[in-house]
């Protein structure tokens, strides 16, 4: 097996990449002086594939409970004599593993026994042992997950505008499902599930720290030797059709906070995007947040000091294949007048235009933002593989950054952050 | 590892350099070291939001943004951290290395707005900015009241504060807002100008940087008039053997109740046997493999976290977990049961082995991170202590199942806190 290597001089780093015949993809990032050694494989399977046509058995057609993805996450760690933590634990290592919207990854880093540890991670990941003991033993640790959840004013106001936004689409739901959902949970659905998506094909490796390429290849090679695999009949994802107009206007809560928690979505109106033009889709509305909602730009002056806002609000925009949105918002002590505020502050930046010194500024920062993530190896890994399960080489980020122009972002201002493709939502302080 | 290269300029800062080639970055970080005080805890928790407003170059936020917008997106960050019974003002400044975007001079540029935030903040009629400090106040007591919106670190303060009403360590670093409504600019003016001229400060540059260059470089920004002779701050109180157990609860509508334990452990980062405590911290309760996680979640299906952390300037154990309220009274037996175990020796191999391994990674990525390693040197410059990594590595290494036996004699459970909602059976019958 030959490496492929792509290299990136801006950035200075270089990557090898070995598509292996009839395995999962993997990718090798040596970074010298780290003593931390990271390795994640993730599958294609998020809380959203709950509804799919299975290869074979006819094209049977299932639907899923929702939560089944990370159900199926915390049962993976479970082997037939014991939980692979311990192994884990008896090599230094910490491992762990989280389920979003479109993936599945496990993953560990160490700074001792790469080897041992790594051979782990491949195994663990390709051996499923669920029981309907087991089944029945985690649903009481997920529930106190949910539970917790519950009470967290963040995740509640992000997850109530996503059900604004969509009427349809399984985005709407919480990715751990519900105490209910999770109830309906058997083994054979986890075993299901884990035939369908967690083929080799629909997989990939990804591995940094101070690394040899060539140690791991040999590793990977060996314990994929050992192996037969099925043939990869692909699933059909099926999603539901989603119209363009959201489903509601405003969802609100009430929760014991101290204050209003706002948050505001525009959904984009794409049916299907992937690769570099879903990566050019992203960076510009990023872009095009950074020059509207910015810290350095009068709305967010004005906001700050009528103390509608505080350090914390944000904006950042959401690229999935099937779906995409912004999503901004903060604390506040006045949710509605917060609302009428960003909206009259979008319609003065469309009536007087950006600017192009603005746009050459907020373009530098994010060149200067994604060099300085990559200090972190967990960000590296996260993002590359992420990247790549939307058909997206991540290493051109900073060139299809470069590509955009300011027509781009006046295009992008007056088709996305339109009145009627925005929802709202807010969790206030329980009324006494 | 990377090692500390370290200096004192002639007007009383040390500067720490850590020299190393690894991040793409150069990261500045300023210390100003104050004590933690019910009186004082607001107006020092303030001053980092007001400094960050607008200095004489850059009057406003909105100024100061676009400059370091312009810098690629340089990283301006001030805010106060709690270690122990300290309140530290932290102001610092992460910049893309000078090699990733040539003839900029990013870091001589970005050192002189960090000074300039630092000693030359923006002033009408010789103080504190009114609007900036009116404004600033309003958000810091929006912070102050926001602590209950994260239920789990919610729990976690109030148990402290609970387990330390006379104590400093009892302060939120944010301070309350009884002492914040009454500062004024004139009053915070005055108060920030003794604390920049006598107060400890301390500056760590983290990066591929030259050394000599770079001290040149700091020292030149940082020319500032402070008085000589380190400012000396208390000692903090960490011996204390507590008698019955307080029990305090709170009724929230929440759906989990969230059940803290405090303990004293008698034993701070000063003292020899802090690895032992950090070592017993692991056995109860810091990873998967700990008696907590094993016990409260795997075995019980309890909770999802059950997790114990050390306080370790104050030398305070809590423990935390999220329980339906019912289950009150057989999580906690299954926690106290834990401690006694490990009290009584019940320690197994692996539970010793898995512990030294984790605790031996924990510090060996300590360099991986610019932020890490300026908070692993900024714990060894408050505890007074000068070790590397390297020294922890071998205390570890050294660690005996004696040892984590008689530190945790020490640990005495002073308050159980449990955070609850109206409905339920759980908590103590009163």
């Known amino acids: ?432 | 590892m990377i090692s500390l290269d370290s200096k004192t300029l002639p007007v009383n800062i040390n500067i720490h350099l850590l020299p190393t080639p690894k991040f793409k970055t150069v990261l500045v970080t300023v210390l100003l070291h104050q004590v933690l005080e019910k009186k004082l805890a607001a107006k020092t928790a303030l001053l980092p939001a007001v400094l960050e407003r607008g200095t004489v170059k850059y009057p406003s936020l909105r100024d100061l943004k676009i400059r370091l917008e312009e810098l690629y997106g340089a990283e301006l960050g001030a805010d106060v951290i709690k270690k122990g019974e300290r309140q530290i003002l932290s102001f610092s400044l992460e910049v893309v290395n000078d090699k990733f975007a040539p003839g900029e001079n990013l870091l001589r540029q970005g050192l002189l707005i960090l000074k300039d935030v630092i000693s030359n903040p923006f002033l009408e009629n010789g103080t504190f900015k009114r609007d900036y400090v009116h404004q600033e106040k309003e958000q810091l007591a929006k912070e102050i009241r926001g602590l209950i919106n994260e239920k789990v670190n919610y729990a976690l303060e109030r148990c402290v504060q609970e387990m330390c009403p006379t104590e400093r360590f009892g302060v939120y670093k944010y301070g309350s807002i009884e002492e914040l409504d009454p500062v004024s600019p004139e009053g915070l003016y005055e108060y920030y100008r003794s604390l920049l001229k006598n107060n400890p400060m301390d500056i760590f540059v983290v990066g591929d940087v030259d050394t000599e260059e770079t001290f040149d470089l700091v020292q030149e920004a940082f020319s500032f008039p402070r008085n000589g002779g380190p400012g000396e701050l208390p000692p903090m109180e960490v011996y204390n053997i507590p008698g019955e157990v307080r029990y305090r609860e709170e009724k929230l509508p929440i759906n989990q109740g969230k059940l803290t334990l405090g303990y004293r452990t008698n034993t701070s980062y000063q003292d020899e046997e802090y690895v032992d405590l950090l070592f017993y911290n692991g056995i109860l309760g810091s990873f998967p493999h700990s008696k907590l996680f094993q016990n409260v979640r795997e075995k019980a299906s309890l909770a999802y976290y059950s997790f114990s952390r050390l306080e370790k300037h104050k030398g305070i154990q809590l423990v935390g977990s999220g329980i339906e309220v019912d289950n009150y009274q057989q999580a906690l037996e299954i926690i106290l049961e834990q401690v006694e175990l490990i009290k009584k020796g019940k320690i197994s191999r692996e539970e010793m082995e898995n512990t030294k391994r984790a605790l031996i990674n924990l510090y060996k990525v300590v360099g991986d991170s610019p932020y890490s390693l300026v908070n692993f040197y900024m714990d060894g410059l408050i505890g007074e202590r000068e070790e590397g990594v390297d020294y922890f590595i071998n205390k570890i290494e050294g660690i005996k199942e004696d040892n984590v036996v008689a530190v945790a004699h020490k640990v005495y459970l002073d308050t159980i806190y449990f955070l609850r909602s109206e409905d339920g059976e759980g908590g103590e019958q009163s």
Request: glycine fraction near 6%.
């Open chain 1, 1 to 432: 097996m030959q490496w492929q290597i792509k290299q990136n001089e801006t950035i200075d780093e270089k990557i090898y990449y070995a598509p292996l015949e009839g395995g999962p993809d993997l990718y090798v990032l040596p970074r010298t002086g780290y003593n931390k050694k990271y390795a994640i494989f993730s599958t294609r399977f998020g809380s959203i594939d709950n509804f799919f046509r299975a290869a074979g058995n006819g094209e049977e057609e299932i639907t899923l409970p929702d939560g089944v993805a990370h159900f199926l996450e915390h049962k993976l760690f479970d082997e037939e004599d014991g939980n692979i933590f311990d192994r884990f634990a008896s090599y230094g290592a910490s491992p762990n593993a989280f389920t979003s919207f479109t993936n599945t990854t496990y993953l560990f880093s160490c700074t001792d026994f790469f080897a041992e540890n790594f051979k782990l991670l491949i195994n663990f990941v390709q051996n499923p042992y669920f029981t309907e003991e087991s089944v029945a033993k985690e649903q009481g640790i997920i529930q106190q997950e949910i539970r917790m959840y519950q009470d967290n004013p963040e995740w509640r106001v992000y997850f109530n505008l996503l059900k604004a936004l969509y009427e349809h689409h399984p985005v709407r739901n919480d990715i751990a499902g519900t105490v209910d959902s999770i109830g309906m949970i058997t083994k054979d659905i986890l075993y299901k599930c884990y035939n369908t998506f967690y083929h080799p094909r629909n997989m990939a490796i990804f591995v940094t720290g101070d690394v040899s390429p060539a140690e791991i290849l040999e590793l990977v090679t060996e314990n994929l030797s050992r192996r037969t695999y099925p043939p990869f009949n692909e699933m059909q994802r099926v999603y539901p059709r989603e119209k363009a107009a959201v489903s509601e206007k405003k969802i609100t809560q009430e929760l014991a906070v101290s204050q209003p928690v706002f948050n505001m979505g525009f959904k984009d109106t794409y049916d299907y995007l992937d690769g570099r033009e879903l990566l050019s889709r992203e960076l510009a509305s990023e872009l095009l947040l950074e020059m509207v909602f910015g810290k350095s730009e009068h709305l967010f002056t004005r906001l700050y000091e009528e103390g509608l806002i505080d350090e914390h609000f944000s904006a950042g925009y959401t690229a999935e294949r099937s779906y995409g949105y912004t999503l901004l918002g903060g604390r506040t002590k006045d949710p509605e007048k917060l609302h009428e505020k960003l909206l009259e502050g979008i319609e003065k930046v469309k009536k007087e235009g950006l600017g192009r010194e603005s746009f050459a500024r907020h373009k530098r920062k994010m060149r200067g933002e994604f060099l300085r993530s990559f200090n972190s190896l967990e960000f590296i890994a996260n993002n590359y593989l992420a990247y790549r399960f939307r058909d997206i080489e991540f290493f051109e980020t900073l060139d299809v950054l470069e590509e955009l122009t300011l027509e781009d972002m006046e295009k992008r201002l007056h088709e996305h952050l339109r009145d009627e493709l925005h929802a709202v939502s807010i969790v206030y302080p329980f009324r006494q």
